[in-house]
Nanobody
Framework: QVQLVESGGGLVQAGGSLRLSCAAS????????MGWFRQAPGKEREFVAA????????YYADFVKGRFTISRDNAKNTVYLQMTSLKPEDTAAYYC?????????????????WGQGTQVTVSS
């Protein structure tokens, strides 16, 4: 089992920045990569970014390229999502997830473990 705990969400004005963290514990060795997803009220959960533990390849949804950066600290078993130039449409609950095989990073049903989520609200 793998446990994931997100933190760092909050309320920010448009144009501002936030950094989300996801601390992983348990059988980390069984995971292949980590991802961030988000879900706004009434909408489906959507892919934001993903990163492999090693060698650190990153993948992004088109709508966050150039604004969000995913990174990881292998020593701390922690993944980060640095968000800049935030927009009101970025408002959502953000979830960290872990996957155990290569597949398609954009598909949430391919992730085996999920955190509880952290709310990000961007005011206009």
């Amino acid at each position: 089992q793998v446990q994931l705990v997100e933190s760092g969400g909050g309320l920010v004005q448009a144009g501002g920045s936030l950094r989300l963290s996801c601390a992983a514990s348990g059988h980390i060795f069984s995971t292949y990569a980590m991802g961030w997803f988000r879900q706004a009220p009434g909408k489906e959960r959507e892919f934001v970014a993903a990163i492999r533990w090693s060698p650190g390849n990153t993948y992004y949804a088109d709508f966050v390229k150039g604004r969000f950066t995913i990174s990881r600290d292998n020593a701390k078993n922690t993944v980060y999502l640095q968000m800049t130039s935030l927009k009101p449409e970025d408002t959502a609950a953000y979830y960290c997830a872990a996957r155990t095989y290569l597949g398609d990073y954009r598909r949430p049903n391919e992730y085996a473990y999920w955190g509880q989520g952290t709310q990000v609200t961007v005011s206009s």
